[in-house]
């Protein structure tokens, strides 16, 4: 069998978010039982048949990438992850819908990822707004994906949800909310499993195809 042409995804958010146990869920279709924090970077593979169901459909590797969550400002702490961005074709940004902090350290992380990051601070916030522009000419796939939605009040999930909303529309992103030890939330054919197929169809698109259609010629 030849071997499968494959794109790089990252993970990135807080520590504390629930990445390990969301690539533990998407890879091995599995809640993770005992999740440790991640030091440095963890790489697990998923399986993605592009356009499935289609006359174009083809198979190809996610590797998604599930990098360490320590918040830092430090020279030090950025240029050891920096070398986990290179050749990067999308992200997934995680936040704990719990942590409100969380959410607003997406723009931090997306930011440095991207290296747009040049203040030695992370993002600067005016009154709670965020620059748009930023990620206006962003070329990378962007998924926001919410955690821990099980931990929201039911009188507090509209107010919470209506908040992350704007978060993905600055990131000019589709959204998931899930409860990681639950994978119902990513049933096939559920609208969450839905979004992250279309959003994996768009990373694969991005690396492999151009506008028209036609495939770009790569090298691995």
């Known amino acids: 069998m030849a071997a499968?042409?494959?794109?790089?995804?990252l993970v990135l958010g807080d520590s504390g978010v629930g990445k390990s146990s969301?690539?533990?869920?998407?890879?091995?279709?599995q809640v993770l039982g005992n999740?440790?924090?991640?030091?440095?970077?963890?790489?697990?593979?998923?399986i993605h048949d592009y356009k499935?169901?289609?006359?174009?459909?083809?198979?190809?590797?996610?590797e998604l990438w599930d990098v360490g969550g320590s918040v830092g400002s430090a020279t030090s702490v950025k240029s050891t992850r920096a070398v986990f961005y290179n050749l990067l074709n999308g992200i997934i940004l995680v936040h704990d819908l719990t942590n409100k902090k969380s959410s607003q350290n997406l723009y931090r992380w997306s930011l440095e990822a991207l290296n747009r990051d040049v203040a030695p601070t992370g993002v600067l916030v005016t009154n709670g707004d965020y620059d748009r522009e930023q990620f206006a000419d962003n070329q990378i796939p962007l998924l926001v994906v919410g955690t821990k939605l099980d931990q929201?009040?039911?009188?507090?999930?509209?107010?919470?949800?209506?908040?992350?909303?704007?978060?993905?529309?600055?990131?000019?992103?589709?959204?998931?909310?899930?409860d990681c030890t639950n994978p119902r939330y990513l049933a096939a054919g559920s609208s969450n499993a839905v979004k992250l197929s279309r959003f994996f169809d768009?990373?694969?698109?991005?690396?492999?195809?151009?506008?028209?259609?036609?495939?770009?010629?790569h090298f691995s």
């Open 4 to 9: 499968l042409d494959r794109v790089k995804v």
């Open 152 to 178: 929201i009040p039911e009188t507090k999930r509209n107010e919470v949800l209506t908040r992350t909303a704007f978060l993905a529309e600055d990131f000019n992103a589709e959204e998931i909310n899930l």
């Open 52 to 62: 499935e169901g289609t006359p174009e459909e083809k198979t190809y590797y996610i």
């Open 202 to 217: 768009k990373v694969i698109e991005k690396r492999y195809f151009l506008r028209d259609g036609n495939q770009v010629c």
């Open 22 to 29: 969301l690539v533990h869920l998407l890879c091995q279709n």
């Open 35 to 46: 999740p440790s924090w991640t030091v440095g970077c963890s790489v697990d593979v998923r």
